[in-house]
């Protein structure tokens, strides 16, 4: 009991911490990512106990609490895990996470697919292994059994599929600014997507 307690207060001390638009413990109260937490802790335990169909049914009620966090009652989670913002988070049932990795919204930790998963040995790992004091951009996704080395940065919009060493970057290329276009140019533009429209080729 002295445990959870602690690491309850832990978490709440990690949020006001990593979060500036929260200014004290009580606010933390209100973040998604403590409900998609403690409710994981508890699920992972019965998951890990056999008890498959109670763990499921907590990690679907803490997705449906949280905005679209959904962490599969397998996943190993270390201690201090911040998933800003939350919605729409995936992580898997193999995925191993270290202690201090920060999450943002849209992040998928999966696996590459049922048509190659159904070929590994029984038991293997299916997701993303992932160090200690990540930073998982927005709307990156990392796939298969692949391990992201400690203090890496995975960039927002990024696509992993290879081991990141520790203290690398990886960055999706960024947007380009282009000049507005000409009244000529738009007007083209205009005729083609009336062609496409009338021809039905959306």
Known sequence: MRRTIDRAREDLAMIVARDPSIRNRAEALLHPALPAMWTHRLAHALHTRGHRWFARIVSYLARAATGGIEIHPGARLGR??????????????????????????????????????????????????????????????????????????????????????????????????????????REESAQVLRALASSGCW
């Open 80 to 185: 201090r895990v911040f998933i800003d913002h939350g919605a729409s988070v995936v992580i898997g049932e193999t995925a191993v996470i270290g202690d201090d990795v920060t999450i943002f919204h849209q992040v998928t930790l999966g696996a590459v697919g049922w048509w190659r998963d159904d070929r590994r040995e029984p038991g293997a790992r299916r997701h993303p292994s992932v160090g200690n004091r990540v930073v998982i951009g927005a709307n990156a996704i990392v796939l298969g059994p692949i391990t992201v080395g400690d203090d890496a940065l995975i960039g927002a919009g990024s696509l992993v599929l290879s081991d990141v060493p520790a203290g690398a970057r990886v960055l999706a290329p960024a947007a380009q600014i282009v000049s507005p276009p000409s009244p000529e140019d």
